[in-house]
């Protein structure tokens, strides 16, 4: 048996005055804290941010939804204006020099001729150097200098207002056509920036309806389950079991063709919104069979809490992140299901302007073989695509910043 310690040998009795903080010991440094106290959508941006792929289609993106409000003022023509001693007019190239000086933005008139054995149109370019196929020697060179901020075609914004302001404008007695005319002397690079605003917008509030459709329905066949669950899991595998594209072409198809131009748009985009949400039910369906058994939907049943209520405001914000994600991911194929309806003449029609109604044009292959300028319209299409596809992965990633 150890002897107790020298009253001598013991340690003072000590009793610090100080307040008591329990951070005392391991202070949080300023940037853990920030992280430790950051919202979820505030983790998500700085997850997103380190996808630098997804930045970038991000950026693409809000560039191209930007500039559909300031379409007319971005395109260099009328959507409508015609040229026609410019018929198949191929692209113009910008030049900066000539002869070794510099001159500015500028580009080369043309020079037609038309080749009688396949009655193709053949623009030379008047740059004093090519020699036209039914000339013996170049012609002087014939230069249009680009005009910014000016007074050009008239048209009508947002059909509304009247105006005349470009960003940029051909000089006013030579053209400019950057991506080439069509059959009827339209520039292609004016029809191609209004019709943005028609493909993109028949995309973003196709999404928009399936994504409510999808919310409410999956909501309510998850949260209930029983006879509701199973009416709503047959309809959507008999939806899911046909075949889209002719479904796409039936209903479009049964449109009247009587209906302004107008109807044709929004009846288009409800179509592709009803026939695009059985996805998303899904997926809130199997989350919300989960999350309705956790201890706060229990404890919002017990206060009286009304199921549109739960669902709305305690499960659906749970995994929001993922739903909008899921449905960023849905936008490309809306797109995509615009242009191939357009483009078999099913979709919307002239005088709408939009990708698919302009690839429309693009039918006849012997036009395409001499005119390939034509198929210019996939550009967008193919980035539009790929832009929202890189995006929305970034997304899904950065909708879990906790992995």
Same mark, same amino acid.
């Given at each position: 048996?150890?002897?107790?310690?020298?009253?001598?040998?013991?340690?003072?009795?000590?009793?610090?005055?100080?307040?008591?903080?329990?951070?005392?010991?391991?202070?949080?440094?300023?940037?853990?804290?920030?992280?430790?106290?950051?919202?979820?959508?505030?983790?998500?941006?700085?997850?997103?941010?380190?996808?630098?792929?997804?930045?970038?289609?991000?950026?693409?993106?809000?560039?191209?939804?930007?500039?559909?409000?300031?379409?007319?003022?971005?395109?260099?023509?009328?959507?409508?204006?015609?040229?026609?001693?410019?018929?198949?007019?191929?692209?113009?190239?910008?030049?900066?020099?000539?002869?070794?000086?510099?001159?500015?933005?500028?580009?080369?008139?043309?020079?037609?001729?038309?080749?009688?054995?396949?009655?193709?149109?053949?623009?030379?370019?008047?740059?004093?150097?090519?020699?036209?196929?039914?000339?013996?020697?170049?012609?002087?060179?014939?230069?249009?200098?680009?005009?910014?901020?000016?007074?050009?075609?008239?048209?009508?914004?947002?059909?509304?207002?009247?105006?005349?302001?470009?960003?940029?404008?051909?000089?006013?007695?030579?053209?400019?056509?950057?991506?080439?005319?069509?059959?009827?002397?339209?520039?292609?690079?004016?029809?191609?920036?209004?019709?943005?605003?028609?493909?993109?917008?028949?995309?973003?509030?196709?999404?928009?309806?399936?994504?409510?459709?999808?919310?409410?329905?999956?909501?309510?066949?998850?949260?209930?389950?029983?006879?509701?669950?199973?009416?709503?899991?047959?309809?959507?595998?008999?939806?899911?079991?046909?075949?889209? !594209?002719?479904? /796409? @072409?039936? *209903?479009?198809?049964?449109?009247? &063709?009587?209906?302004?131009?107008?109807?044709?748009? #929004? %009846?288009?985009?409800?179509?592709?919104?009803?026939?695009?949400?059985?996805?998303?039910?899904?997926?809130?369906?199997?989350?919300?069979?989960?999350?309705?058994?956790?201890?706060?939907?229990?404890?919002?049943?017990?206060?009286?809490?009304?199921?549109?209520?739960?669902?709305?405001?305690?499960?659906?914000?749970?995994?929001?992140?993922?739903?909008?994600?899921?449905?960023?991911?849905?936008?490309?194929?809306?797109?995509?299901?615009?242009?191939?309806?357009?483009?078999?003449?099913?979709?919307?029609?002239?005088?709408?302007?939009?990708?698919?109604?302009?690839?429309?044009?693009?039918?006849?292959?012997?036009?395409?073989? !001499?005119?390939? /300028? @034509?198929? *210019?319209?996939?550009?967008?299409? &193919?980035?539009?695509?790929?832009?929202?596809?890189? #995006? %929305?992965?970034?997304?899904?990633?950065?909708?879990?910043?906790?992995?």
């Amino acid at each position: 048996m150890t002897a107790p310690a020298a009253p001598q040998d013991r340690l003072p009795h000590y009793v610090s005055t100080a307040p008591f903080d329990p951070y005392s010991v391991e202070r949080m440094t300023a940037e853990q804290e920030r992280y430790f106290l950051a919202s979820q959508w505030m983790m998500m941006w700085w997850k997103l941010k380190r996808h630098r792929l997804a930045v970038i289609s991000g950026v693409i993106l809000l560039i191209m939804y930007v500039s559909i409000l300031f379409s007319e003022m971005i395109a260099p023509y009328n959507l409508h204006s015609r040229f026609t001693d410019y018929i198949y007019a191929p692209p113009q190239r910008v030049h900066l020099f000539h002869d070794g000086k510099l001159v500015g933005p500028f580009v080369y008139g043309f020079h037609y001729s038309l080749n009688m054995d396949n009655l193709q149109r053949i623009y030379t370019p008047r740059d004093g150097e090519t020699i036209p196929p039914s000339m013996t020697s170049a012609p002087p060179a014939e230069m249009h200098k680009l005009r910014f901020f000016c007074l050009g075609d008239a048209y009508e914004y947002m059909g509304l207002i009247d105006g005349s302001f470009h960003l940029v404008c051909p000089a006013k007695d030579g053209p400019m056509f950057l991506m080439g005319t069509d059959r009827l002397g339209r520039d292609m690079l004016s029809r191609i920036i209004q019709g943005t605003r028609i493909s993109l917008t028949v995309g973003l509030i196709g999404v928009t309806i399936s994504f409510l459709l999808g919310i409410t329905i999956g909501g309510f066949a998850g949260y209930y389950g029983g006879w509701v669950d199973i009416i709503v899991q047959r309809v959507i595998e008999v939806l899911r079991s046909l075949p889209e !594209l002719p479904l /796409w @072409l039936s *209903l479009s198809a049964a449109l009247p &063709v009587n209906w302004s131009p107008l109807l044709i748009y #929004f %009846g288009i985009t409800i179509i592709l919104g009803l026939l695009d949400w059985t996805g998303l039910a899904r997926a809130v369906r199997s989350k919300l069979l989960s999350l309705r058994e956790e201890d706060f939907c229990t404890a919002a049943q017990l206060m009286g809490a009304s199921p549109g209520r739960i669902i709305g405001r305690h499960l659906l914000p749970s995994f929001m992140s993922h739903l909008i994600a899921s449905a960023t991911l849905r936008i490309p194929a809306m797109i995509l299901g615009e242009t191939a309806l357009s483009f078999l003449g099913l979709g919307l029609r002239p005088p709408i302007t939009s990708w698919g109604v302009l690839l429309n044009e693009a039918q006849n292959i012997n036009v395409v073989v !001499l005119y390939p /300028w @034509l198929m *210019l319209p996939v550009l967008p299409v &193919v980035i539009m695509v790929l832009a929202f596809n890189f #995006f %929305g992965d970034g997304l899904r990633d950065a909708a879990d910043p906790y992995k």
